[in-house]
């Protein structure tokens, strides 16, 4: 299983293909959709692709290996699942699947407080090598209990997340009616029923639900009053006092996740943070904002060395990886990939995309004789100008 690699899906665009075949239009257009007109979500990806590297066919180099050591962690590949809220929505528990394979496959899997498995499910899955990325509470209670909860299953790495101080606008899931308060339209039951194995899929293994906030839920609740339960219960938006609190609360690695200026990078650098992954949210919410990767060069030329620096948003084969490696980065996280390969695929997608993925990475490095990961900064082509 570990080994798992469908030839007829050799890439994200055809995953993407199947998934948007295979999944109601409401539940395919949540995961592969962005805000407002969608400007920022294209940019993001068409801005790695702007960056050029190059062979060296004469040089002498040993194979090549993809490991990657991050935060005294050695990894298999210098990759991991981002988190993504509502996973169970895309493909049932598509959360266990995506952390088995990357348990198997010994690259990170980032849990999402608002994702539909628990933090103690996906901690026995990965015997505790999870992360898990904190949306802020109000209640300093909830806060310190889902502390307490990820000591006790083991975690080490904590990722804050700072890009959503506001729900972003989503045309398409307000059409669908994914907006809060959701709702479930006649259009929408069509989609299900000419959707017969995600139908099924999800009767035999139930509705999707935040399973890690279940026990901050006062009983069962129905779509509205779980809306105004988590509008009222988080507040994404964060201040330097805020983050000096969890980094005095939280002895374990912490990261700030959506950072995409030098000032905030250097902020978070000076309260004492193990790191900061440059994102954008997948450009889920500001459609205006510049590209991931180029606001993250501008850090990693200001900060580069003074803190472990990671990367979302944009990122979907390995060839993305590599050029966004070579740009200096220390790790890469990928969430709309792995998503398409589960919704493709099922139960064998998170399989499917780690293999695939790491024969697309060493493909390019060993066509450009890079031995490791951490070279490829060294086959960068001229950047200026780019944006």
Request: aromatic share 8%; proline share 5%; net charge neutral.
């Amino acid at each position: 299983m570990k080994d798992y690699f469908n030839t007829a899906y050799p890439s994200i665009d055809l995953l993407r293909k199947k998934a948007k075949s295979r999944l109601p239009k409401f539940a395919f257009e949540y995961v592969d959709g962005g805000c407002n007109n969608e400007i920022g979500l294209r940019r993001n990806t068409d801005d790695i692709r702007k960056l050029e590297l190059i062979p060296y066919y004469l040089r002498d180099y040993k194979d090549v290996s993809l490991k990657t050591t991050l935060f005294g962690e050695t990894y298999d590949a210098p990759f991991g699942v981002s988190p993504v809220g509502l996973q169970g929505l895309i493909w049932p528990q598509a959360p266990e699947i995506l952390a088995k394979a990357a348990f198997d496959h010994n690259v990170p899997f980032v849990l999402s407080t608002v994702s539909t498995a628990s933090i103690e499910t996906i901690a026995e899955i990965t015997e505790g090598k999870m992360w898990f990325q904190l949306y802020h509470p109000v209640d300093d209670a909830i806060t310190d209990d889902l502390l307490a909860r990820c000591k006790v299953a083991g975690v080490k790495t904590l990722v804050l997340l700072s890009d959503v101080p506001t729900f972003a606008y989503r045309p398409k899931e307000i059409k669908n009616g994914l907006a809060m308060p959701p709702k479930m339209t006649a259009e929408n039951m069509l989609q299900i029923m000419l959707s017969p194995e995600w139908a099924l899929e999800t009767l035999i293994k139930g509705k999707p639900e935040f399973k890690s906030l279940t026990k901050y839920m006062s009983g069962s609740m129905n779509m509205h009053h779980l809306a105004l339960f988590m509008d009222k219960t988080f507040n994404g938006r964060l201040s330097e006092d805020k983050v000096r609190k969890l980094r005095d609360k939280w002895d374990g690695n912490l990261v700030l996740k959506g950072l995409s200026t030098v000032e905030d990078a250097k902020k978070a650098i000076e309260i004492g943070l193990d790191g900061i992954i440059v994102s954008n949210h997948g450009g889920r919410q500001l459609d205006a904002g510049p590209s991931t990767i180029s606001k993250g060069i501008e850090i990693l030329n200001a900060c580069k060395g003074q803190t472990t620096i990671m990367m979302d948003s944009g990122i979907r084969e390995g060839s993305d990886v590599a050029c966004t490696l070579a740009a200096g980065m220390d790790f890469t996280f990928m969430g709309r990939s792995f998503m398409y390969s589960v919704g493709a695929l099922g139960q064998n997608g998170g399989y499917h995309a780690m293999n695939m993925l790491k024969k697309q990475l060493q493909q390019v490095m060993e066509q450009v004789c890079c031995e490791k990961p951490q070279d490829l900064p060294n086959h960068l082509a001229q950047i200026k100008n780019l944006w």
